[in-house]
């Protein structure tokens, strides 16, 4: 019984063999539909961007693990718990809708608040506002390349959708307890 | 690139300063809790971005601008949105992107709803650092929570642009 934690850390968890095999299709259709070109050039470009996020990631995996030991459980989860309600939501929308960076840094330390209690209803609000409002990207992407008047559109248009979401994941879990799973950590 | 890197590296020192100072028996745990979650995710995350990266690759784009003109209302707009499902890459490969099909003749609302939808179902998001990380039971919460949003973000623009002139 006490020997199969040591065994298990020398051999890929199951989601990672499946990522493996899902690299090894996606492989196989690429040289099928755009012969071998298409799988090289992907593989270079895996491992230059790989590289280059590994310095923020770095970042986000150790910011997630600071702020799991400086940020008090029980303030964390009366701002956001499972029972902080639309407050919890709007708090998460309005943090999500400013957090800066890329999903490298970002997917760590939301992961490392989930972990500590934050309500999954808070962290589908945080994720959605952080991609679909994404108050920063208007400025470095939006503005410049589509102009101001449509960037203040898909701003006022977007407003609504974190809520929404958060709203709906609360339901979600109440109904399905289940896919509420903050400590399975996708393994 | 270096802008956001190094205000990461900055959050990183001043937050394990913070740690060192007020829980320095604590500062060990984290770190092994960091290079854990790291050495679970260090192998998915590159092969995430492999298949990305191969996906991205096959997707025809040129198709995308005549079907989603502004007079194309809401079928347009469910259009936008299955065209921003199946579009991976990040924003550096989504903007030009966007900006193409608008100089393509689409519509405004049918563009809010493409970038939303891209930011919803963001494939190589999914398979580079959300599965890896958060796990496949809340990828389906997330998506069970959010898959209505891209339409209805369409949908608010076009009651917005006649309301608004501005818009």
Not at chain 1, 98 to 107: D, L, Q, S, T, V
Not at chain 2, 105 to 124: E, P
Not at chain 2, 150 to 160: F, N
Request: aromatic share 8%; with cysteine.
């Amino acid at each position: 019984m006490a020997a199969r934690p040591a065994r298990e850390r020398s051999v890929p968890d199951a989601t990672t063999l499946g990522f493996l095999a899902a690299a090894l299709v996606a492989a196989a259709i690429g040289l099928w539909l755009g012969g071998a070109t298409v799988v090289t050039q992907s593989a270079t470009d895996t491992a230059l961007l790989s590289l280059q996020i590994l310095p923020q990631l770095a970042c986000g995996l150790m910011i997630g693990a600071f702020v799991g030991v400086l940020l008090p459980r029980d303030l964390l989860i009366r701002w956001v718990g499972e029972e902080s309600g639309l407050a919890g939501l709007a708090i998460a929308s309005i943090g999500g809708a400013f957090m800066p960076g890329g999903p490298f840094a970002a997917f760590p330390v939301i992961h490392a608040l989930y972990r500590a209690g934050a309500g999954a209803g808070a962290v589908v609000a945080f994720l959605v506002a952080w991609s679909c409002v994404g108050v920063n990207r208007l400025f470095i992407w939006e503005i410049p390349f589509l102009g101001t008047q449509f960037g203040l559109l898909r701003l006022v248009s977007t407003l609504p959708l974190p809520l929404l979401a958060g709203l709906a994941a609360n339901a979600l879990v109440r109904a399905f307890p289940s896919l509420d799973t903050p400590d399975k950590d996708g393994g | 690139m270096t802008g956001p890197l190094l205000f990461l590296l900055g959050l990183t020192l001043a937050l394990g300063l913070l740690v060192a100072r007020r829980a320095p028996h604590q500062m060990g745990p984290a770190l092994a809790d960091a290079a854990r979650q790291g050495r679970k995710i260090g192998l998915r995350i590159p092969l995430g971005i492999f298949i990305a990266t191969v996906l991205a690759q096959l997707i025809p784009r040129e198709a995308i601008g005549p079907v989603i003109g502004p007079e194309s209302g809401v079928r347009g707009i469910l259009a936008a949105t299955a065209f921003g499902a199946i579009m991976p890459g990040g924003p550096m490969v989504t903007f030009p992107i966007a900006l193409m099909v608008w100089d393509m003749g689409a519509g405004k609302a049918q563009i809010v709803a493409f970038l939303v939808s891209w930011s919803i179902f963001a494939v190589h998001r999914i398979l580079s650092f959300e599965l890896p990380l958060m796990g496949g039971r809340f990828v389906a919460l997330r998506l069970l929570s959010a898959w209505y949003l891209p339409p209805l973000a369409g949908l608010i623009a076009l009651a917005l642009i006649p309301l608004v002139p501005a818009f």
